[in-house]
């Protein structure tokens, strides 16, 4: 089973290769615009989400995989008004934009013959998309337990740091060898930055399923929420983003000790603005009792930060050209 399973999958897989090699090549451009669709993609999405929590539209699409029994689309009913179905039904569009763009990164490096590591993490974008799919399912039809609403979150947030990850390798040369930017204990600590960031976004669900926003208003019905006292929960959010800041602080000070690259310094700056800036809409938003426009921009914030951790976790360990004595290798294409 397994050998004939394998010969299966092999088979199949050169049928899609025969397929791909069908398709013009696409230049190394077109795969980074591509990748970069990937990231705005992911990361547009769970901004939507927000957009339709806030609204109180988890629900205007009361089933899975259909929008109601019977439909795909809205229907007009008297009871979830149209608003919520459209803003829910928008959001659920946004879902063949994200596959779309999944599928075209997976046909963009397979038919440039990139690098297994390249074609890796591009087949995680397809497959991460069905599993958010299936997350999203879940959540509506349990009524958006708050678990499963920050479940769909971080799912999202992980998608985003991947396909960071994935636009970082695109750019790097296959023919390249590896060249380490910053000593190994500052590596760790880049890596410790990310696990701090996973704290911090953890805790910033919970203080929002414990928050005023549950997606459905619905009296008869109501959304079960996260029975904890959201200011302890606020307070646990911020202690865990000013240690993730600190952690940051510190790798800068160790960074620009032993020198630093100019792509590893920018994307160290723009964390540290990016970080900043969401900490004070964090603060705005407790003083402001949580309005729905800041719970969008924080959203995005948060994908914003995630995004720009993932680029500089990247940076500390690239590909680089070398250029062989007889002849330079073939560049690739621009």
């Not at 994200?98 to 995680?124: C, D, H, K, Q, S």
């Not at 910053?182 to 805790?203: D, F, I, M, N």
Request: aromatic share 6%; with cysteine; net charge positive.
């Amino acid at each position: 089973m397994g050998h004939d399973g394998a010969t299966i999958v092999d088979v199949l897989y050169r049928a899609f290769l025969r397929l791909v090699d069908t398709l013009p090549l696409p230049s190394l451009r077109v795969q980074r615009w591509v990748a970069l669709a990937v990231i705005a993609s992911q990361a547009g999405i769970s901004v939507t989400g927000a957009i339709v929590r806030v609204t109180a539209s988890g629900l205007g699409c009361p089933t899975w995989p259909q929008c109601f029994p019977g439909s795909f689309t809205p229907v007009t009913v008297s009871e979830v008004p149209a608003l919520h179905q459209a803003v829910e039904f928008s959001n659920r569009l946004l879902t063949f934009v994200v596959t779309l763009f999944a599928a075209l990164i997976v046909l963009a490096v397979t038919r440039a013959r990139r690098r297994r590591e390249v074609l890796a993490y591009a087949w995680l974008m397809p497959a991460g998309t069905v599993v958010q799919a299936v997350v999203g399912g879940v959540t509506v039809l349990t009524g958006l337990l708050w678990w499963t609403v920050a479940t769909h979150l971080l799912a999202s947030m992980v998608m985003v740091w991947l396909a960071v990850v994935l636009y970082a390798k695109i750019r790097e040369p296959d023919d390249g060898l590896e060249a380490v930017q910053a000593p190994t204990p500052l590596r760790w600590l880049t890596g410790l930055t990310g696990v701090a960031l996973s704290a911090v976004l953890v805790t910033g669900t919970l203080v929002t399923a414990a928050g005023p926003h549950a997606g459905d208003t619905s009296v008869e019905d109501p959304v079960e929420r996260l029975r904890i006292e959201i200011v302890t929960l606020v307070h646990l959010h911020s202690q865990l983003l000013v240690g993730y800041l600190a952690l940051l602080i510190g790798l800068a000070f160790g960074l620009f000790a032993v020198g630093i690259t100019p792509a590893v310094r920018t994307r160290l700056f723009v964390v540290l603005g990016l970080v900043c800036t969401q900490a004070f809409m964090g603060a705005v938003q407790y003083v402001t009792d949580v309005p729905a426009v800041l719970v969008i921009i924080h959203v995005a914030g948060a994908a914003a930060c995630t995004a720009a951790t993932a680029a500089l976790w990247a940076a500390m360990r690239t590909r680089e050209r070398v250029a062989h004595p007889a002849a330079d290798p073939a560049p690739q294409r621009v």
